[in-house]
């Protein structure tokens, strides 16, 4: 019979120090260079975002720094060192400066505006040469040698920033993992221990994608998160915890990321986890830390206290186990949860969990179903196929398993739309996926993803499969809806106050914007017949600045874009200068 140990008091034994909470420590400590860094922006040291803050498919993987709120502000190298890479890209980092130092490390600066003089003109002749405005440079060791302090650009605001600020990481050079600058002391007072906002309990005798958690707020008794009620009562032999937490400094209301969560089953630690030294082919794996089902229902983010099964390159150390708790013993287990932040403060939340009585011998199928059919599983190759459509997902692909769905229905332009599973269950690595049809038009072939509102496109390439002609195949990285299309239209080219005849001379650029319904275009644009540079920041327009390539006199201006299955709309317009 299940005995209810309501005698059995919780015993709290919480010490205060410096807003620090004495627990136990099980990781390894990290011995970085404290100091060794500048602050790498002329403007008052606060950051809006903080390293392992939770993003969309990635952890944030650095600080943003504030800029107080402006652009060109100067950025400086934050030790001795040299330019080692400078990228220029429309999304992601935009423009970034890389540089090596002699310890060993590299520190990273995105979202600029413009380079430092020297440098600015050498990544120009780059373009020029490689004659491409999105470029990815090496750069020799010898040619930009940087003191701590330089100025080595200004800040901005180009790439996938949302607002002016800094992008700054700090990385190990051979590994090319991504620290947390927030071990390092940039001189950013903390004192403020992170916040536990709930508690999410998993019946981990299914996936967590086939389950909605059992939520439970939390308030704050004698400095300790408690549950309520505080024991709790589970419907399964197993369970799992994750919780929404966040963290703040001196002076900041910000929900930045936490550094570290550690679970204990009556006072033995079983697995945490910890963010740092994380790569960017890592990064996705966020997705496996937290509920992402929870998260695209619009919950908010859970973090999970436990390792998923699928979860392959992991943040999480692992001490007695994965993170589930076997209760099936029917006695009391007392759980501890301890959340901390990057300069050591600490909150604990503490409860009880206890099987319910009505649980018996009754089991319920492993993992979403591993007799069921069409039951996918992490770590093995998952593989459906049908006359009309096939795939598969490489191991490790899912974190845990799922219950396969699929469907088929007509689509508007004649071809058939396959529904494989939904949206709310992610996987880690693009999957090949291959549809038959019969089509007077296979070089025109686009394999088109769309779910809520989001559309992805690829080019369905041929593909010879046992013989049988009509397979086209394409890659994507998440599930959805599928159905091929013709695209026969090419991209559409727009001037923005600029016509054929005019004359530039009071104008300081040259503006076009380009569209095509498949998204991806190849913009080229020769002056005179010699390429030109044009930017295109943010994927969304082409610019070119007036600049020394472009001369006083008349000129001829042709623009070339082609979409990925080869549609090609050319223009050309003359103008004086």
């Known amino acids: 019979m299940l005995k209810y140990n309501f005698l059995r008091p919780f015993i709290f034994i919480v010490i205060f120090f410096n807003s620090k909470i004495s627990v136990a420590q099980f990781f390894p400590p990290k011995n970085y260079p404290a100091g060794y860094f500048e602050y790498p922006v002329v403007a008052a040291k606060s950051y809006v975002a903080n390293f392992g803050e939770l993003r969309p498919n990635h952890y944030h993987m650095g600080y943003d720094l504030r800029t107080d709120k402006a652009q060109n502000k100067k950025i400086l190298a934050a030790a001795d060192g040299y330019v080692a890479k400078v990228k220029v890209e429309p999304w992601g980092f935009g423009r970034a400066i890389y540089i090596n130092h002699p310890n060993g490390l590299t520190t990273l600066y995105a979202h600029l505006n413009g380079f430092y003089t020297e440098l600015e003109k050498y990544v120009k002749q780059q373009q020029y040469a490689l004659k491409s405005w999105a470029v990815f440079l090496d750069v020799p060791p010898d040619l930009f040698p940087v003191k701590k302090g330089d100025t080595i650009a200004l800040s901005g605001n180009t790439g996938g920033s949302q607002g002016p600020h800094l992008h700054f990481e700090i990385r190990d050079t051979k590994t090319d993992k991504v620290l947390n600058p927030s071990l390092f002391d940039f001189g ?18 299914v996936s967590t994608y086939e389950q909605t958690p059992r939520i439970y707020t939390l308030k704050k008794i004698n400095g300790v998160y408690v549950t309520t009620p505080s024991l709790i009562i589970a419907n399964t032999d197993k369970v ?8 703040r400094y001196n002076g900041s209301n910000n929900k930045n990321g936490i550094y570290e969560s550690l679970l204990y089953d009556n006072d033995k630690p079983i697995v945490g986890f910890q963010l740092d030294s994380i790569s960017y082919d890592e990064t996705r794996y966020l997705n496996a830390h937290i509920d992402y089902r929870y998260k695209s229902g619009g919950g908010g983010y859970i973090q999970h206290v436990c390792k998923l099964p699928g979860y392959n390159n992991s943040v999480y150390t692992t001490f007695n186990g994965d993170g589930v708790i076997n209760i099936e013993d029917d006695s009391t ?4 949860i301890v959340v901390k932040d990057a300069s050591g403060n600490a909150s604990v939340l503490q409860f009880a969990v206890q099987r319910n009585e009505k649980v018996r011998e009754t089991k319920v199928a492993d993992s979403a ?3 069921q059919p069409r039951s996918f599983r992490p770590g093995f190759i998952n593989i459906f196929e049908n006359a009309g459509i096939r795939f598969y997902l490489p191991p490790y692909c899912l974190y845990d398993s799922i219950r ?3 469907n088929e229905t007509p689509g508007k332009n004649g071809f058939t739309v396959y529904q494989l599973h939904n949206t709310r269950v992610p996987v880690q690595k693009a999957f090949p996926i291959s549809i038959k049809t019969a089509t007077s038009l296979p070089n025109k072939l686009v394999m088109h993803r769309f779910e809520n509102g989001k559309n992805d496109y690829a080019r369905a390439e041929p593909e010879n499969y046992k013989g049988e002609p009509g397979w086209y195949k394409a890659s994507f990285r998440e599930f959805g809806s599928f159905e091929l299309m013709i695209d026969s239209s090419p991209p559409v080219i727009t001037p923005v106050g600029f016509k054929d005849g005019m004359n530039m ?35 969304s327009r082409f610019i070119y600045d007036f600049d020394e390539m472009c001369v006083a006199g008349e000129h001829e ?20 200068r």
């Open 369 to 371: 179903g591993f007799f």
């Open 333 to 336: 287990h007392q759980v501890k």
């Open 240 to 247: 799992s915890f994750g919780i929404t937490a966040y963290d």
């Open 188 to 205: 950013i007072a903390d004192n403020v221990p992170p916040d536990i906002y709930k508690l999410a309990v998993y019946d981990r005798c």
């Open 404 to 406: 396969f769905q699929y």
């Open 557 to 576: 201006l042709k623009i070339i874009a082609e979409d990925q299955v080869g549609n090609v709309t050319e223009r050309v317009y003359k103008f004086t």
């Open 505 to 539: 001379s009071k104008q300081s650029r040259i503006v076009f914007v380009i569209k095509d319904n498949t998204e991806e275009v190849k913009f080229t644009a020769l002056l005179n017949g010699s390429w030109l540079r044009f930017t295109n920041d943010k994927g």
